[in-house]
């Protein structure tokens, strides 16, 4: 007979590897379904703000994430992408494009995917030039000329990252002037190598076989700038596709209660990939706690577990 699970959980970024720290902790069966380990904490030059450590890399602290949740006894399916969940039998199944699992209860901890810019030559240049990720990719532009595109705090993250790296770094903000923190602000603003070009819209990437140029329209005119190196990094969607069955918000971010839970009964929801106020690390690892802490209240106040 197919095994039946506790919990599962999907996703391991902050959330997703709290709450199997604290589900193993509480000695229940638990699986977690993920692409990656870290998530977009893997992603984060500097981080400065997660309590206990006044700085650390975003691969310095997904590696210690991972670390932890290893010390105990949590199975974990690595590079598995969760396409469907569903009520089976009053067990939850979360189906993937390998494998069909079933759970007594789930919390879905899947966070959230950059955006894409829809300009010509985008889906034509992906990782011939141009990708989402300055932590993973940035040391491949060192001494070339790079673009970041976006304003927002994760356009920030990107070019303070490549100011250390590139020759030149462009940051092209579709808005008058650049938004996010104020501290990042002023930092990238004495960086000598960086170029902000704010109200310009990205219209086209081009290029041969890797980016070249970059084309942008400013004041109703298309202007081109030779680059090798194009950082997309205008803001983020939950992913929460796959979650079809529970209520969500305009953004498409999961809804929950004080408690984590959704709509549907047994489904939890923590992180990012949520409605919660604010996208951190520490608030998505807080959330991750909570919902493993309910879950185990869940199943005994249903009489699953124990
Ligand atoms: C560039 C950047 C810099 C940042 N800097 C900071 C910072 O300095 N300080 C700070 O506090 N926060 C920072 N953040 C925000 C912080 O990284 C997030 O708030 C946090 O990682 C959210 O954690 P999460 O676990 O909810 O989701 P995520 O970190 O997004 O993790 C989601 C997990 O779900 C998995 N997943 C996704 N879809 C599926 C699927 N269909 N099936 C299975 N698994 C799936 C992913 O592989 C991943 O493991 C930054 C974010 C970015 C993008």
């Not at 803001?235 to 305009?250: C, Q, R, W, Y």
């Amino acid at each position: 007979m197919e095994k039946t699970y506790d919990l599962i959980i999907i996703g391991a970024g902050p959330a997703g590897i709290t709450a199997a720290i604290y589900a193993a902790r509480k000695k229940m069966d638990c699986l977690v379904v993920t692409l990656d380990i870290g998530g977009q904490a893997a992603w984060s030059g500097d981080i400065e703000n997660y309590t206990g450590y006044q700085f650390v890399s975003g691969i310095e602290l997904a590696a210690k994430f991972e670390e932890h949740v290893k010390k105990y006894n949590v199975e974990v399916r690595e590079n598995e992408a969760v396409k469907e969940i569903c009520k089976e039998n009053g067990n939850i199944c979360v189906k993937t494009e390998k494998n069909s699992y079933l759970s007594r209860a789930v919390i879905i901890a899947s966070g959230k995917k950059s955006k894409t810019l829809g300009a010509t030559g985008e889906e034509e240049f992906k990782n011939k030039g141009l990708t989402y990720c300055a932590t993973c990719d940035g040391p491949l532009f060192e001494g070339k000329k790079v673009a970041v595109v976006g304003g927002g705090n994760s356009a920030l993250d990107a070019a303070l990252q490549l100011v250390r790296i590139a020759k030149e770094v462009y940051v092209i903000n579709i808005l008058d002037k650049l938004g996010g923190d104020a501290v990042m602000r002023e930092k990238l603003e004495e960086a000598k190598n960086v170029t902000i070009i704010n109200g310009a819209e990205v219209t086209k990437i081009l290029g041969q076989k890797m980016v070249g140029n970059i084309v942008y329209r400013k004041d109703s005119k298309e202007k081109e700038l030779p680059v090798q190196g194009v950082f997309v990094e205008i803001g983020l969607i939950p992913n929460s596709d796959f979650a079809t069955s529970v209520n969500k918000n305009e953004q498409g971010e999961i809804l929950v209660d004080v408690q984590t839970r959704t709509n549907i009964p047994g489904i939890f929801a923590a992180g990012d990939v949520t409605s919660v106020f604010e996208k951190q690390i520490i608030i998505a690892a807080g959330e991750g706690a909570k919902a493993a802490l309910k879950v185990f209240r869940y199943l005994a106040e249903t009489g699953e577990k124990r």
